[in-house]
T-cell receptor, first 114, second 113 residues
């Protein structure tokens, strides 16, 4: 248990569906992140929120839409995905700013697009 | 352009021996380096870190070495145990407001009993 909880753990969706991934952290952190892990690729940073404001969007297609309603919650809204979007989606949180602050990860959502 | 590289996709070691996992980076602006361990179907778990102003950090069986001139860091596990079998990710941080991490591709460590 890392203090970062992701739901659902597994999701299968069709290309025309709309779904959302949820992330919740109970660590008092003020920065949250979405990462994507595809087979044989590094973890790819998708979005960064700091103090509930999106500060980074790494050229992610618009079919992925993040939302951060408060510092404890982060969502990733999905619509009209492609099969190549199938991957493990990981949420992480950390304290923003300087200092020795590692990111804590959730267990991930295994997404399969059919 | 991959800024953090782990060139060995896998490593097999006998129980009790030393495991050495390597990582190279290209960006001299990275100020903090971390190692994460990941089991299947779980998220990465923080293992150990090192600031760019240091060259060694030790925590129990785990030691991380940083060679800034070579832009290289390594993780030593001594002695290796079967429970250490996992994927190990090297990550580097660019200083700033968000502490975002750049990850390598990971090395699968298998510790044989």
């Amino acid at each position: 248990e890392t203090g970062v909880t992701q739901t659902p753990r597994h999701l299968v969706m069709g290309m025309t569906n709309k779904k959302s991934l949820k992330c919740e952290q109970h660590l008092g952190h003020n920065a949250m992140y979405w990462y994507k892990q595809s087979a044989k690729k590094p973890l790819e940073l998708m979005f960064v929120y700091s103090l509930e404001e999106r500060v980074e969007n790494n050229s992610v297609p618009s079919r992925f839409s993040p939302e951060c309603p408060n510092s404890s919650h982060l969502f990733l809204h999905l619509h009209t995905l492609q099969p190549e979007d199938s991957a493990l989606y990981l949420c992480a949180s950390s304290r923003a700013g300087q200092g020795n602050t590692e990111a804590f990860f959730g267990q991930g959502t295994r997404l399969t697009v059919v | 352009d991959q800024q953090v590289k782990q060139n060995s996709p896998s490593l097999s070691v006998q129980e009790g021996r030393i495991s050495i996992l390597n990582c190279d980076y290209t960006n001299s602006m990275f100020d903090y380096f971390l190692w994460y361990k990941k089991y299947p179907a779980e998220g990465p778990t923080f293992l150990i870190s090192i600031s760019s102003i240091k060259d060694k950090n030790e925590d129990g069986r785990f030691t991380v070495f940083l060679n800034k001139s070579a832009k290289h860091l390594s993780l030593h596990i001594v002695p290796s145990q079967p429970g250490d079998s996992a994927v190990y990710f090297c990550a580097a941080r660019k200083g700033g407001a968000t502490n975002k991490l750049i990850f390598g591709t990971g090395t699968l460590l298998a510790v044989q009993p």
